[in-house]
């Protein structure tokens, strides 16, 4: 297409996507964030020495600073101008939950939802499947979730409303806070349309929802992984999903980014000096089998 540089506007994940791709491209990059990133997230970025551009303000004043950048220069900016390819790539998702499960599709997914674009993106993945005979029929309920902080979506759902109010976002699944979500209206049709349920967590139920994967699974997450499982929990408990259902849970971001939102609840390490003595004070002796 012509493009020497390439651009996205950013919850975090994504500029640190185009920034790796855009440096063993041999591309110019800029991207562009909210000014209250992580500092893992903002790292992530730096490393692959592109433009990181912080803005004061929230991702929606991030978006639209964007869209007026994307109408004076010939940039790709990934989300903007050239969204579809971005958009489609997230069918992957969908893709690969087949394979892995032996070419069948799950009974039910919970998605993260900032934008709605990857939930959307999701279940159309599933519906190629099936048209092209790769599945016999795809009846999977497409579920939602978000941070009761940033919930245009989901609270939208809640309300049995087909269109969302924007919000200003609080919450500390700042990968998730988009407040005014591009496909928001896409997302919630597709909830419908698949029969799936949408509903969102408190900060401290992502907390608690990331230990409990951590501890259960072996699996660290960010918050947005927070966001699912807490979500995950609560269709559970309200019966819409069921135990014996084939359930994907999408953890779509690694814990050590967010290290901010769970480092005053893990508690510390034990520490000791380097000798049995004192190994054998702090933890006694051990039964014998
Ligand atoms: C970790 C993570 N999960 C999920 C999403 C959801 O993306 P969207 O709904 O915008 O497709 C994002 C978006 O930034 C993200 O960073």
């Given at each position: ?5 390439v651009?996205c ?7 640190n ?5 855009a ?7 800029y991207v562009?964030?909210p ?11 730096l490393?692959?020495?592109?433009n990181?551009?912080?803005?004061e303000?929230n ?7 964007c ?9 790709a900016?990934?989300?903007i ?8 790539g997230s069918k ?20 993260p ?6 939930l ?5 993945g599933?519906k190629?499947f ?5 599945l ?13 902080g ?8 809640r ?6 109010k924007?919000?200003?976002p609080?919450?500390i699944a700042?990968?998730l ?5 591009a496909?928001?209206y896409y997302?919630?049709?597709?909830a ?9 967590v408190?900060?401290?139920?992502i ?6 994967l951590?501890?259960?699974e ?14 995950l ?10 135990k014996?259902?084939?359930?994907v ?5 690694n ?6 939102a769970?480092v005053?609840?893990v508690?510390r390490?034990?520490?000791i000096?380097p ?7 702090t ?7």
């Amino acid at each position: 297409m012509g493009f020497e540089t390439v651009a996205c506007a950013s919850t975090g994940n994504l500029a640190n996507s185009v920034s790796a791709h855009a440096a063993s491209a041999g591309m110019k990059c800029y991207v562009f964030i909210p000014g209250d990133l992580e500092a893992a997230k903002v790292l992530g970025n730096l490393i692959y020495r592109p433009n990181v551009i912080e803005i004061e303000g929230n991702y929606d004043d991030v978006n639209r600073l964007c869209s007026e950048i994307a109408g004076e220069r010939h940039w790709a900016f990934v989300n903007i101008n050239i969204r579809p390819y971005y958009a489609e790539g997230s069918k992957t998702l969908a893709f690969e939950t087949v394979e892995q499960l032996g070419w069948r599709a799950p009974d039910q997914v919970v998605v993260p939802m900032a934008s709605g674009s990857l939930l959307t993106k999701i279940w159309k993945g599933l519906k190629e499947f099936e048209k092209v005979g790769l599945l016999d029929s795809v009846s999977t309920k497409v579920n939602g979730a978000q941070a009761e902080g940033c919930s245009p979506i989901a609270t939208a759902f809640r309300n049995g409303r087909d269109f969302f109010k924007p919000v200003k976002p609080d919450t500390i699944a700042k990968s998730l806070a988009i407040g005014n979500p591009a496909d928001g209206y896409y997302a919630l049709k597709t909830a419908a349309e698949s029969h799936g349920a949408m509903d969102a967590v408190t900060d401290d139920e992502i907390v608690e929802s990331i230990k409990l994967l951590a501890q259960t699974e072996g699996i660290f997450a960010e918050t947005a992984g927070g966001v699912t499982i807490g979500v995950l929990r609560k269709l559970v408990k309200q019966g819409l999903i069921q135990k014996d259902e084939v359930t994907v849970a999408y953890i779509t971001g690694n814990g050590l980014k967010t290290q901010e939102a769970v480092v005053d609840s893990v508690g510390r390490p034990t520490r000791i000096q380097p000798s049995l003595k004192h190994f054998t004070k702090t933890f006694g002796i051990e039964e014998s089998p």
